[in-house]
């Protein structure tokens, strides 16, 4: 009988362990638990905090003894994983005990980067990735004391507790240290649209704010004081600038590391029968065909299936990985696919905006590179199939499917032609 150990209980890590029982009934699979949680879905946490979902909403695999009685799992729970030895397979536990095992995965995800900041941990700052982060904010929130918030880091989370504020009737203001707002995957262009919308909602936005410290006044108001002297107050500040993958336990373990762990596209890392998926791992990027930590819920899961179905001994590939970032707020949508940083002066632009949608797309002959769109969540999905295929084959024209789809759904000639489709009468 095999034994798998998945180390890490998220999406990835029970996408995996439901493979595995899948394939191999008679497998015995380990799951380490840092928490005592079932598995959840930490995009779901901001649904939770502005009461739009309940608590248990964000475990969509049901409790732990659910999850693990489905699947048939042994759930180690508050019991991180503190080394791993890739030659002999063996984990050592917290408490020293060590467990061997035929088959390993790592799906450890990320964590909130909260760096040594004087005043990051006063009473009133926030992080958000955890259900305990979100029960804690959700219960500062129905306090009914916060009258206004700073939110530090316009990104994909950051957003997401504008949002919370927004929605609550609170003034909320939103710093952060790039020149433009989701500055890792917007134009310029696409990010002073987005800005324009969002200040229109009454949300303040201020760029190139690098934050030095953060002070509490004795009637417990927090002043974010910038690097260039400026100052942001609020009775709350979430702190939402980026996250680092929860690696630090394979340091030293002869594992190949970037950013995460990295592995190749059937998920597997440099050593035999240890497997990495989801938010801890650098997988190879389709579009520069170089590893890239890539944390998306999608990935996540596509990828933890992958590793599932190998640890069990099939032979399965992940071959989606491409940049793609989706934020759905304040009844707006934004979304980028591909690697903006990867656009040059001599590619081809493409530019449309109407009341419905903005686009911004670039390619390079006929290969996409990057394309910002406002307003088309229901048409993501396909225009990210657009995105791979291109990537794969820049001269294949996109099937009259997609075309007549993107047609219906108002999207203009010109833009459907960029992405290779002939547009029909
Ligand atoms: C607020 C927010 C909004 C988001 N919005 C979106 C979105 O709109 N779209 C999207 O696609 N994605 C979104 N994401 C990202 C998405 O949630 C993640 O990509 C995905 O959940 C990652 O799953 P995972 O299983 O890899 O990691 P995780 O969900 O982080 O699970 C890893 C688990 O491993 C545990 N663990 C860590 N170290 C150890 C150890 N040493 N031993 C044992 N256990 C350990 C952790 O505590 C955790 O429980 C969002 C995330 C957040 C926080």
């Known amino acids: 009988m095999k034994k798998i150990a998945i180390i890490g209980f998220g999406g990835a890590g029970y996408s995996a362990a439901k493979e595995v029982r899948e394939r191999d009934p008679e ?36 409790s732990l003894e659910e999850a693990a009685g489905r699947l048939g799992l042994k ?19 917290a408490g020293g005990t060590k467990a061997q095992y035929d088959g390993i995965l790592i799906s450890t995800g990320a964590s909130a980067v909260m760096p ?15 259900v305990e982060d979100a029960v804690e904010l959700k ?14 880091g316009a990104s994909w989370v950051g957003i997401k507790i504008v949002e919370d504020l927004v929605e609550r009737g609170i003034p909320c203001t939103l710093v952060d240290g790039a020149p433009w707002i989701f500055y890792v995957a ?11 919308d969002l200040e229109a909602k009454g949300v303040t936005v201020s760029c190139n704010q690098m ?20 100052r942001f107050t609020a009775d709350t500040v979430a702190v ?81 990985n491409v940049l793609v970032n989706l934020a759905h707020y304040l009844d707006y949508d934004f979304m980028c696919i591909g690697d903006v940083s990867a656009c040059q002066p001599t590619d081809e632009v493409y530019e449309y905006e109407d009341g419905r949608y903005y686009i911004r797309a670039v390619r390079r002959g006929r290969a996409i590179q990057c394309i910002n769109i406002i307003g088309s969540a229901d048409s993501n999905g396909l225009i990210k199939n657009a995105f791979i295929k291109s990537i794969e084959n820049p001269e294949a024209e996109l099937d009259i499917k997609t075309v007549c789809f993107l ?7 010109p833009f459907i032609k960029f992405l290779g489709g002939k547009t029909l009468d």
């Open 240 to 320: 939402c600038i980026g996250v680092r993958t929860n690696t630090g336990f394979l340091k030293d373990s002869g594992l190949e590391m970037g950013r995460g762990v990295r592995v190749d596209g059937h998920m597997r890392t440099n050593y035999p029968g240890i497997y990495a998926a989801g938010d801890c791992c650098e997988a190879v990027d389709i579009q520069s065909g170089t590893h890239r930590n890539i944390g998306v819920w999608l990935n996540a899961q596509q990828q933890g299936r992958v590793a599932g179905a190998n640890l069990a001994g099939g032979d399965e590939t992940f071959e989606a």
């Open 75 to 93: 759930v180690h729970t508050n019991t991180p994983v503190t080394a791993l030895d890739p030659e002999s397979k063996t984990l050592t536990l």
């Open 139 to 152: 219960k500062a929130l129905d306090g009914g004391q916060i009258k206004s918030g700073l939110v530090i």
């Open 116 to 130: 040594p900041i004087p005043g990051l941990d006063l009473p009133g700052v926030f992080k958000m990735r955890t």
């Open 27 to 62: 497998a015995e699979i380990h799951v380490y638990s840092d928490t005592d949680l079932g598995p959840y879905n930490p995009m779901l946490t901001t649904y939770y905090v502005k009461g739009a979902i309940p608590y248990d909403a964000m475990f969509p695999f049901g």
């Open 186 to 196: 917007a134009f310029e262009q696409t990010a002073a649209r987005a800005q324009k």
């Open 407 to 413: 047609q219906e759904k108002g999207f203009p000639e």
């Open 211 to 230: 934050l030095d410290h953060i002070e509490r006044a004795e009637d417990g108001r927090l002043t974010a004081v910038m690097q260039g002297g400026g």
